[in-house]
């Protein structure tokens, strides 16, 4: 049992006197070294040259060849040789991480493809392990560290005069716990372990080189306690130098380049690497000095105060005060007496003739007095303000009691316009028979861009919210999508997202393949103009009832959806007990009231919609799409036999339509197909060409090009290659049955006029004010 032990001391006291000198031991291996060695020996599985050390032959050549592992038992045999010669690897343990876990009991063995790569990714890594230096106390020394979400990777080099030379790679993988801290504490944590790694070579050297790619760690030693305590763990390893471990400098590579050449010259007595200060960082270490007194001082000022409170007679009288002042406030805003707790008569008051005033009404008082302004519920509100401050709005101070007002609680800040309170009020009378009413919601904004860079157009951008009844609307609008993407290919070309492209192209160039005598294929890319602005709301409600007849004439009664998801189902009558039930009359009246109570902000003005599809709802994208899918079923439906010359897809308002052309007079009926759709939308409506005629067209991020009877799409990317000669990138954009965002609509709307006033003020005056002017903006 203690062979090992006995034959290693044996050995250690017969070589006593020659040990460290020119002799090593370790258990059966001896290595005698002289300073005139010229030839290599092996060691410990190893080739040692004074060129540096690399792994044995044989052993490089055992792994090489090693099989697949079949069991736990082979992947541990294998993962400890290669483990064993893991310092040679850059980046070992992601290399090996799927090896790894397969060594775990716990886990089952399975062979996968990324075992399979890792085990081939090893074999390959370890024939190309390079030699490494043999570590020199006196050459200048750098530790260069990197992290990620997954491992830690540090190298350790030393420059020889001409180059720097690795001297041994090290990796370990990264706990869960540890992978959530932020880059500076996980960059930190590498260095840390690094240190450990190595400190049998760093120990007690006057200088080393921490290279690593997070700059504002170049500044730890300069921080304040707060950050610098904020570092956890790793910082208290940094700053335990009681027993002179070892000196650090850890300028970073992007901070001081000039790092590693200064390396040679360093003083003769350890020191700490301080940067150069600047105006900025002592004010910044003044802030957070500032932060730091100002919390100890209001700490101690509290327990003043409380001890004060106990003993202070003055102050007492004060807070009594207050609380006969409250009961007065309370009398005065409720109109009655006010009803002590411990009173038992005024108690059998309160049960006969007195109740607590409603926590909130569903009507609305007008007040002549306010003239322009209504007050939502001003009693009620004098309550709560009451209650906020004597939770809040009291500060105690030395020597008595100080109130501060709250102007978010004052009746002036919760009043109305006359007109907004009047539709609010026939919001909640009216929108309470089809869904609860949301306390919380608001009216939108309007913006507006000029359309088509024509200043006599503008187009209003996300005008509203779906406020008054929130989720019913979301409810709507999943029926309304389930209806319409469940509408055959035949009858529109309505597609539900982007990535169906594809696949309609699919279909269409299978169904083209059918068509006898096809010589050519004519297509187009429109976007439908003016549904938002100029429609009228019947047509709208028109459309919708196209689509509700359909599903009643298969039977359908109405739509389940599910309460929890965005779940819909059709259904026959029959109800789910995990879905809400919508009949097809209930959807229609809820519309109703949707387009009836469409109310936006516009220059501090309130404003009702009544025309054009209300933007920025739930139903907004769903009825667009409703309408457009209208127009091309009865543009479909007159065309007889040429139905099978067409195809189509949209998304929304864009839209692409292809035309075969088939015979001697195929571009005869192609060009009278074309002239039919374009007239499909009627006179509310109008159609904008947005192809160039010459094949190609940019559609819901993505370029389509047609090639004689073949159609092509190449997606486009933030920042990819000009190679459509636009002169300018281009960017995708998705479009989604989402709402839009009213904080994008307005900044989208200043960046375009920012960019025209700029062009167009010839002074500098001008450019000024109009600067000022969006910066006042962007702070509202």
């Not at 707060?226 to 570092?231: G, I, N, P, S, Y």
């Not at 709802?617 to 899918?629: T, V």
Request: proline share 4%; with cysteine.
């Amino acid at each position: 049992m203690n062979v090992t032990i006995t034959f290693q001391a044996a050995l250690t006291t017969e070589f006593r006197h020659m040990l460290d000198r020119f002799v090593l031991i370790y258990l059966d291996d001896i290595l005698v070294y002289n300073r005139s060695l010229d030839e290599q020996v092996e060691y410990l599985g190893h080739y040692v040259t004074p060129q540096g050390i690399r792994p044995l032959a044989d052993k490089i050549e055992a792994l090489r060849v090693w099989p697949e592992p079949t069991n736990t038992k082979d992947v541990r045999s294998f993962m400890g040789l290669a483990g064993y010669y893991q310092r040679f690897i850059t980046g070992y343990s992601r290399i090996a991480a799927p090896m790894t876990r397969l060594q775990s009991p716990k886990v089952p063995f399975v062979f996968d493809d990324d075992a399979r790569r890792s085990f081939r990714a090893l074999k390959t890594v370890m024939l190309m392990a390079p030699v490494l230096s043999i570590y020199d106390p006196t050459l200048p020394t750098r530790v260069t560290t990197d992290i990620s979400d997954y491992g830690i990777g540090a190298v350790l080099e030393q420059h020889d005069g001409d180059d720097w030379h690795p001297v041994e790679y090290f990796s370990h993988k990264v706990s869960p716990i540890n992978s959530l801290d932020d880059a500076r504490k996980k960059e930190l944590l590498a260095f840390v372990m690094a240190l450990k790694r190595w400190q049998h070579f760093l120990l007690g050297r006057r200088r080393f080189t921490w290279v690593t790619d997070n700059n504002p760690l170049t500044y730890y030693k300069t921080q304040d306690t707060v950050l610098r305590f904020a570092m956890g763990t790793p910082m208290k390893c940094l700053n335990c130098n009681g027993d002179g471990h070892f000196a650090r400098e850890c300028p970073s590579a992007r901070g001081n380049q000039s790092a590693s050449g200064n390396s040679a010259a360093a003083p003769s007595t350890p020191r700490f690497w301080t940067p150069r200060q600047t105006a900025e960082d002592n004010e910044e270490r003044e802030f957070l000095r500032q932060i730091v007194q100002e919390k100890k001082d209001e700490q101690t000022r509290k327990r003043e105060l409380d001890d004060q409170r106990k003993f202070d007679e003055r102050l007492k009288a004060e807070m009594a005060r207050y609380a006969e002042a409250t009961k007065a406030e309370v009398m005065a805003a409720v109109g009655r007496q006010y009803l002590g707790q411990k009173d038992e008569a005024r108690r059998e008051e309160l049960k006969r003739g007195w109740s607590p005033p409603p926590r909130r009404r569903e009507d609305f008082r007008l007040d002549d007095d306010l003239r322009d302004d209504e007050d939502i519920d001003l009693e009620i509100h004098r309550l709560e303000l009451l209650r906020e401050k004597r939770r809040r709005g009291k500060e105690a101070v030395r020597g008595g009691v100080n109130f501060r007002r709250l102007p978010s609680l004052l009746g002036r800040d919760q009043w109305m316009t006359r007109r907004l309170g009047e539709s609010v009020r026939v919001m909640v009378s009216e929108g309470g028979r089809i869904g609860k009413w949301d306390t919380k919601g608001a009216f939108g904004q309007a913006f507006v861009l000029p359309k088509h860079k024509d200043l006599l157009r503008w187009r209003p951008i996300s005008p509203t919210c779906s406020e008054p009844t929130r989720l019913a609307c979301a409810r709507v609008a999943r029926c309304l999508n389930c209806l319409l993407f469940r509408l055959p290919v035949r009858l529109c070309f309505n597609l539900r997202a982007v990535d169906q492209v594809r696949a309609r192209m699919e279909e269409m160039d299978r169904d083209l393949n059918h068509l006898p005598g096809l010589s050519d294929l004519v297509a187009g890319s429109f976007d439908v103009k003016d549904m938002f602005v100029t429609l009228p709301q019947d047509d709208i409600l028109r459309a919708v009832d196209w689509l509700f007849a359909r599903y009643i004439g298969a039977g359908y009664e109405g739509v389940n959806v599910a309460r929890r998801g965005p779940q819909s189902f059709l259904s026959f009558g029959a109800r789910r007990d995990d879905c809400i039930f919508l009949s097809f009359q209930i959807i229609r009246d809820m519309l109703v009231f949707d387009l009836r109570f469409t109310f936006v902000w516009s220059a501090k003005v309130l404003l009702r919609q009544v025309i054009g599809v209300p933007m920025g709802k739930s139903s907004s994208c769903s009825l667009a799409c409703i309408l457009c899918a209208w127009a091309e079923f009865n543009f479909l439906s007159t065309l007889g036999i040429h139905r099978r010359l067409v195809f189509g897809f949209r998304i929304i308002d864009d839209v692409n339509i292809f035309v075969a052309v088939v015979g001697t007079e195929g571009y005869a009926a192609a060009f009278w197909i074309f002239e039919k759709f374009q007239s499909c939308y009627g006179s509310k409506l109008r159609l904008e060409r947005t192809d160039d005629c010459l094949g190609q067209w940019a559609f819901a991020g993505m370029m389509v090009q047609k090639e004689g009877t073949a159609v092509h799409t190449v997606a486009l990317v933030k920042n990819s290659d000009p190679i459509w000669n636009k002169g300018k990138l281009v960017y995708g954009s998705y479009q989604d049955f989402g709402s839009y965002s009213t904080k994008r609509a307005k900044i989208g709307v200043i960046i375009v006029l920012l960019h025209r006033v700029y062009r167009w003020s010839a002074d500098g005056f001008g450019r000024l004010q109009s600067f000022l002017a969006v910066r006042r903006e962007l702070l509202m």
